[in-house]
């Protein structure tokens, strides 16, 4: 048996000699890298707050590959069956990447331990593409496994084939995104490094959502049993399509662009894992140390100043008490800093946008005629659903990384505890509600007029009581006073099903007054800010337990 694992194990000695990687070193710390296996949990696919195996996230992985055969069946050309899956496989693994192993990757928890010994920048780098890549491959080869099973049913021996490439791709993946990183460190701080990747992330959450709506729509009406693969120019710059000749190339059912394409691929990962480990790893040591010590060299004294002019007056004329005022600022200070919460938060921003886009259905071919029909329908309802979406911010509330600070919350001897909770509510409908209604104006006034603002005002003024009412009734507990693991707790899942039942009624009851003479709709409106006044009473009223 030794001698099997010895066998194997040279070729990739061999490897990590070229690579410039102390083997020794390696060994060990990646077999205690898969010891102690993750330190964070990932975030997708919770239930009710219990971790799922990695079994278990596998079979799920699984069936969605088996959901993407589905539109693979309809396409009879096999190079652009393969290209397409990889497209698909290349941009789901970057997501994981991004979303569930950044954290992994740039974790700072073993400085201590590791950065005192005499661990290459080299080293240390490549066990971590390892480890990650060995959950990357499980994940890749889970979601292929439906589509290799197809491609044995129908192709034979090119499904073994096909599964060897799939990692391949993991690793060109890992090794595109990880180049990303450590070209864009060298040349800002490293305290800034972590606000780039953060709205890079963010930016990659709305792109995706995007797609996930707006591409189905574009391509319902395509004929895809009559696609054809055709072996233009700018098909060589397609990572996916690398894959898929290389897949037909070994197999033996490749043209000769197959084999260009064979080329490319295995040099592209050849001279990226050379460029990566021996140039852009230098430093990576460097830049875990200042990750962890970055803010207290950038910290400055935070000088205690008044908030002048407007904002001043806007805080005291919103806020009915200095402690709401203190949970106002307290919360704008929360959304200028914390990182997580602008991932939980910008995405849902830009996810309202998107989704005023899927339900309207926009005809590109024939604007004009599509306006005038939309103009004679009641559509404009939809801005009030998709403007629901503008006070999620109000659910992630409670939680933070640093919930052992909220002891202070038990030590206040104010009677007026809950004044914060409405002021940070006040806040985020302030930061994300309202300048989405206020944006949403603009396309209704243009294409409805200005008819219809009643309604407009009435739909969003009782949507804002709906998210302060909720808050209420399900008793949220105080501003920034929970670990953030919390917030995938399947209740979750339930509570945003709640609202959107019940913002559901309200666009009900805000057509039925459309029904009616104008003047109702004016007087409701009239009555919206004592109607809101009284919600945020409700929230303030609210008994200490």
């Known amino acids: ?80 069956q393969l290209s397409v899956f990889f497209a698909f496989l290349i941009v789901f693994e970057g997501t994981i990447l991004l979303t569930e192993f950044t954290a992994v990757l740039f974790d700072d928890n073993e400085n201590q331990i590791l950065l005192p010994r005499p661990v290459t920048s080299r080293t240390l780098l490549l066990v971590r593409l390892a480890h990650i890549t060995v959950y990357m491959s499980n994940i890749a080869l889970a979601l292929s496994l439906p589509f290799a099973i197809y491609l044995a049913i129908s192709h034979g021996l090119l499904s073994v084939v096909f599964l060897v490439a799939v990692i391949l791709c993991a690793w060109f993946t890992l090794i595109l995104a990880v180049g990303f990183y450590m070209g864009l460190a060298r040349f800002i701080s490293a305290e800034r490094f972590k606000d780039v990747l953060n709205y890079f992330q963010i930016a990659l959450a709305v792109v995706i959502m995007a797609s996930y709506q707006l591409v189905p729509h574009y391509m319902e009406n395509a004929n895809v049993e009559t696609l054809m693969f055709k072996p233009v120019w700018w098909a060589y710059l397609l ?18 662009m197959d084999v260009i394409l064979t080329c490319i691929a295995v040099g592209i990962l050849a001279l990226g894992s050379l460029l990566l480990i021996r140039a852009l790893s230098l430093g990576f040591t460097a830049l875990l140390s200042e990750s962890r010590t970055g803010n207290a060299k950038d910290a400055k004294p935070v000088e205690q100043k008044s908030v002048k002019g407007w904002k001043n007056k806007l805080v005291a004329l919103l806020c009915v008490s200095e402690v709401e005022k203190a949970g106002w600022q307290f919360t704008m200070q929360h959304i200028k800093s914390d990182r997580k919460l602008k991932q939980q938060v910008y995405p849902m921003f830009a996810y309202s946008l998107i989704m005023v886009i899927a339900f309207l259905k926009p005809e590109i071919n024939d604007f004009s005629s599509y306006i005038a029909e939309l103009a004679n329908s009641s559509k404009y309802l939809l801005f009030v659903l998709t403007g629901f979406f503008g006070t999620i911010g109000i659910s992630v509330i409670p939680y933070t990384d640093t919930p052992k600070a909220a002891w202070i919350y038990d030590m206040a001897s104010t009677s007026q505890r809950y004044h914060i909770q409405s002021g940070a ?44 009412l909720l808050v209420r009734i399900q008793a949220n507990p105080l501003p920034f006073s929970q670990a953030r693991e919390m917030v995938n707790k399947g209740e979750q899942t339930l509570r945003m099903f709640l609202g959107m039942f019940l913002i559901g009624a309200i666009i009900g009851l805000v057509y039925l007054v459309s029904l009616t003479h104008v003047a109702i709709g004016i007087v409701l409106c009239v009555l919206l800010p004592l109607i809101i006044s009284l919600s945020y009473r409700s929230v303030r009223a609210r008994s200490i337990r």
């Open 1 to 80: 048996m030794k001698t099997v694992k010895k066998l194997m194990v040279s070729p990739l000695n061999l490897l990590l000699k070229i690579l410039g990687v102390d083997i020794n070193h390696f060994w060990v710390l990646l077999d205690a890298k898969l010891k102690i296996d993750f330190r964070r949990a990932p975030n997708s696919f919770q239930s009710a707050g219990k971790k799922q195996t990695l079994i278990k996230q596998l079979f799920i992985y699984a069936f969605l590959g088996a959901i993407i055969i589905v539109s693979l069946y309809r396409i009879s050309d096999l190079m652009l």
């Open 239 to 256: 990572p996916s399509v690398w894959f898929a000749g290389l897949t037909k190339f070994i197999t033996g059912v490749g043209t000769s």
């Open 425 to 468: 509510i006040k806040a985020m409908l302030f930061t994300f509600y309202l300048p989405l209604q206020v944006l949403y104006l603009i396309p209704i006034i243009w294409i409805w007029g200005i008819s219809v603002l009643p309604y407009v005002f009435l739909g969003a003024g009782l949507s804002a009581v709906l998210a302060i």
